[in-house]
């Protein structure tokens, strides 16, 4: 069931078309990949939906409800971690938490336990009376989703959440997000530069650039439209020539790319790595080390823009 639905979003600034009949939906307890490069639309896209910009044309509901229509019931579902921190540094964790908490409309035992709750899912429990100000970059992203999910959002909103982090609190942050959603429920719209990070938490993405729909769907499924090849990569001591090019008639190899001793394979159906062994052991060729690469979504984008994604 979709739980955000998001239909023909169009935004101009002055001359400057910024999203461009945008669509896409959500499903309830899903982990949903937004990619796009700067300027691609992202941010604003991200404020619309929070109704923090009104859109020109187009609808967004969250949970049923009209984020245009109906705004304050609309936000009461949403959880929302900005790029930039929103925290008070003067403050303790637990102020803050305790802040932001009354501000959702807690209080009293249910925002000790939520407070509680939140610090533990963030690993900040040992650090909870220390002012933020000495925390690392890393501790102040776990408090910022921390503040975030005080309310049990049904919807939370990542936007590059693991910017400039730790790698122990990057760890925490894909444990926490994987959690909530099996445990909770939740449903997390996850933001990022980082390809590997969408490969490694999101089945659904959406890849816009310049404001338009560049791949919106299952992410092998996207893949797959691009790309109906992986490769073989075959580092060895002594190949020659005339190995290389026997390997290329080999059926199933599409393309075949020797340098310094290693062969990359661009492979097909009908591939059969037996076949090749076969040849290299015919030519008595020393085998260091074989890998398979499947493709990334990096090359995906690469091949649909024309541009890298950090570009």
């Not at 461009?20 to 309830?28: A, G, K, L, R």
């Not at 790029?83 to 303790?92: P, R, S, V, W, Y």
């Not at 909770?184 to 969408?198: A, D, L, N, Q, R």
């Not at 490694?200 to 092998?220: H, P, Q, S, T, W």
Request: proline share 2%; with cysteine; aromatic share 8%.
């Amino acid at each position: 069931m979709s739980i955000v639905e998001v239909k023909n979003v169009t935004k101009r600034f002055n001359d400057k078309l910024v999203l461009d009949n945008v669509s896409y939906s959500v499903n309830e307890g899903e982990i949903f990949g937004f990619i796009g490069p700067n300027g691609a639309g992202k941010s604003t896209l991200i404020n619309i939906m929070t109704s923090l910009l009104v859109p020109d044309s187009g609808t967004i509901k969250i949970c049923g409800y009209d984020i245009l229509k109906e705004p304050i019931k609309a936000k009461e579902f949403i959880g929302y971690v900005p790029q930039d921190l929103a925290l008070m540094e003067e403050l303790t964790a637990y102020d803050n938490l305790e802040f932001f908490g009354a501000l959702y409309g807690l209080s009293g035992k249910l925002l000790k336990e939520r407070i509680a709750e939140a610090l533990k899912v963030t690993g900040l429990e040992d650090t909870k009376k220390k002012k933020v100000k000495k925390f690392s970059g890393g501790m102040k992203r776990r408090l910022n989703i921390a503040v975030a999910i005080l309310h049990h959002p049904k919807v939370l909103i990542l936007d590059e959440p693991t910017v400039g982090v730790d790698p122990q609190s990057r760890n925490y942050i894909f444990a926490f997000i994987k959690n909530i959603c099996k445990e909770w429920g939740s449903t997390v719209i996850y933001t990022s530069h980082y390809m590997e990070e969408i490969e490694e938490l999101c089945n659904r993405v959406f890849i816009m650039d310049l404001g338009k729909e560049v791949a919106y769907g299952e992410r092998e499924e996207i893949k797959a439209s691009v790309f109906s090849n992986n490769k073989i990569i075959i580092e060895t001591q002594n190949i020659c020539a005339d190995t290389v090019m026997e390997l290329n008639k080999i059926e199933g190899v599409e393309k075949i790319l020797d340098s310094d001793n290693i062969i990359t394979l661009t492979i097909g159906v009908n591939f059969k790595l037996a076949n090749v062994l076969s040849i290299l052991e015919k030519d008595s060729v020393n085998i260091k080390k074989i890998s398979y690469e499947d493709v990334k979504l990096e090359d995906v984008f690469l091949a649909l823009t024309g541009k890298n994604l950090r570009d």
